[in-house]
């Protein structure tokens, strides 16, 4: 390398601050939400501050921070020799956590393995590992990724961890893994032939779900959902529970399908008057009366409903100050892809930055019901220490990616 490349390389920035300052933007917005979430309630009025939530996800946010610091200490290239025996570890883990005993089942679902002082979540842990190693895998000269063979087993790298958080199950967390694989098979120059294949049986696969949902008996589903996430189809498509009661239903039976329907739709409903009555301004930090009343459940307010909280109390500003922080962090992060110095750093980009948009687009769809309701996770906002962890060390390795682009 030239002298004076070598001075143009040490005048350019180590880091990329247009990554780095929304995400401490959003560590501070989702500190001081979670604060206000959870203050009100009774139960943690006697609990000391160090046990109270929002400490706690100060606390995960330092350890956040250090995993996505450590990320930025070696090479990606080098970090990717190891991606293969990660995600065997996480597919292990994803097999552990469905076995009773293991397992820890929450709301009827089972994916968290129970280590004492917290519980961990090996789904979320598991889309890490999903993109390194797939980024790793499409990393192959461009003649390998037109044969047909390449392409199924990357479509088995994806396949595998989705069927398995699908029988926790987590709907949610399993189709994110079908956006991202595609997008990364596109950036890495997979025959869009191929790729058609991959949307038609996706598409194929969600229309079936619907089918099976909204016009077959529960009885006679070819595809076996969980009864609550049938029944949030139902609320989002807006359908009458008592279509799908047998012919012979009572009016008991009948009455009981509609109180059944109202308590299903409760937290959307709540939630939207939520985003809706915080009209420009918002009612004030903490004075948002549909969380501090209780009509915003307690158990959601402070993680999938987060955003709700933020727009009741911090109005229309707020919420588009959230979502302007999320679209400069996804930009750099696209910006960042394409200044990588190989395949594999752009795809690690790409595959972390579609990741990441997918849960945001989801969780705020949801919360307005643009989406249906999933426990899916707002980045950095939402209360939950894997989800937290998973998302700064994904931003700490399109930082490192950022990092190691000029150096050969």
């Not at 109005?315 to 990588?340: D, E, H, N, R, W």
Request: hydrophobic share 50%.
């Amino acid at each position: 390398m030239s002298a004076a490349h070598r001075n143009i390389n040490e005048r350019e920035p180590r880091l990329e601050w247009k990554i780095i300052f929304p995400v401490f933007a959003l560590m501070v917005i989702g500190a001081i939400f979670i604060y206000s979430a959870t203050s009100n309630r009774e139960a943690l009025s006697n609990v000391p501050w160090y046990r109270q939530i929002y400490f706690q996800q100060v606390v995960w946010y330092i350890f956040g921070l250090t995993a996505a610091t450590a990320a930025c200490a070696f090479d990606y290239r080098s970090m990717s020799r190891w991606s293969l025996l990660f995600y065997w570890l996480m597919i292990l883990l994803l097999l552990l956590v469905l076995i009773p005993g293991i397992g820890s089942a929450r709301y009827g679902a089972r994916r968290w393995i129970d280590l004492g002082l917290f519980q961990f979540q090996p789904s979320e842990f598991a889309k890490i590992a999903f993109v390194f190693a797939l980024a790793h895998f499409l990393s192959k000269p461009k003649n390998e990724l037109v044969t047909p063979r390449i392409f199924w087993k990357g479509m088995g790298l994806i396949i595998l961890p989705f069927i398995l958080i699908m029988a926790e199950p987590d709907l949610g967390s399993a189709l994110v893994y079908l956006p991202v694989g595609l997008a990364m098979m596109l950036a890495a120059g997979v025959p869009v032939r191929f790729l058609r294949r991959l949307v038609t049986v996706a598409a194929l696969l969600v229309a079936l779900i619907l089918a099976d949902v909204l016009f077959l008996p529960q009885d006679w589903q070819f595809i076996k959902l969980e009864d609550y996430q049938r029944r949030r189809l139902l609320v989002y498509f807006g359908c009458d529970y008592t279509n799908y009661a047998p012919p012979d239903a009572t009016e008991q039976e009948l009455r009981r399908l509609r109180r059944r329907q109202f308590d299903d739709s409760y937290n959307i409903r709540q939630a939207l008057i939520s985003v809706g009555s915080g009209g420009f301004a918002g009612k004030g930090i903490g004075h948002g009366t549909q969380n501090a009343l209780g009509f915003l459940p307690r158990g959601v307010s402070h993680n999938d409903f987060i955003f709700s909280v933020i727009a009741e109390e911090s109005g229309f500003a707020g919420s588009m100050t959230v979502i302007v922080l999320y679209t400069v962090l996804f930009f750099s992060g696209l910006k960042i892809s394409l200044q990588a110095r190989d395949r594999l750093g752009r795809l690690l980009a790409v595959g972390f930055i579609v990741m990441l948009f997918s849960h945001v687009f989801v969780n705020i769809g949801m919360n307005i019901r643009l989406m249906p309701v999933t426990g899916i996770p707002l980045p950095l906002l939402s209360y939950g220490g894997s989800s937290v962890i998973c998302s700064l060390l994904a931003l700490g390795i399109i930082q490192n990616v950022y990092i190691y682009r000029k150096t050969y």
